[in-house]
């Protein structure tokens, strides 16, 4: 099984595997897709918004499994292509947004778990296959805590 299919399937059962939670729905900005997210991150390390809306937001009002499902699926969509880009020149502007979009989702997530985890430990696996130092990951993911 290839790579895209691996991460086609894994949505479907992140999909699947979500459950209701929280008490607010995410602005409409964070269902636009894997594309409006990487170009919102092309601000990074500087804060990035979404239509307006910083990632973590995104993340912390998903109210039930469709809304979480939505926005997943373009954070999940946008961090595998920044995951490739990464790979393919290490240490460079990808490696950085990709380490933004991580801190952003774990600032949104808060310390809840359930399937806001599923979906960090989700965006951390395309992040795994880093084989830098990673030093402009981890300055991505501390912007994305601070300002994400």
């Known amino acids: ?15 699947l595997s979500l459950t209701a ?26 804060p990035v918004r979404v239509a307006g809306t910083p990632i973590s937001t995104c993340v912390k009002e998903a109210s039930d499994a469709d809304e979480l499902q939505a926005v997943g699926a373009g954070l999940v969509g946008a961090a595998a292509g920044l995951s490739d880009a990464a790979r393919r020149r290490r240490g460079g502007r990808a490696e ?12 949104g997530a808060g310390r809840e778990g359930g399937e806001r985890a599923e979906l960090l430990r ?7 296959s880093l084989e830098s130092d990673r030093a ?11 300002s994400g």
């Open 21 to 46: 939670c929280g008490d607010e729905s995410p602005p409409a900005a964070c269902s636009r897709g894997a594309a409006a997210v990487r170009s919102a991150l092309v601000a990074a390390p500087g």
């Open 122 to 128: 989700r965006l951390e696996q395309e992040a795994q």
């Open 96 to 107: 950085l947004r990709l380490g933004y979009l991580v801190g952003s989702a774990r600032r």
């Open 1 to 15: 099984m290839g790579p895209r299919l691996r991460r086609t399937w894994t949505l479907v059962l992140l999909g």
């Open 136 to 146: 402009a990951y981890r300055r991505g993911v501390e912007a994305g805590r601070r």
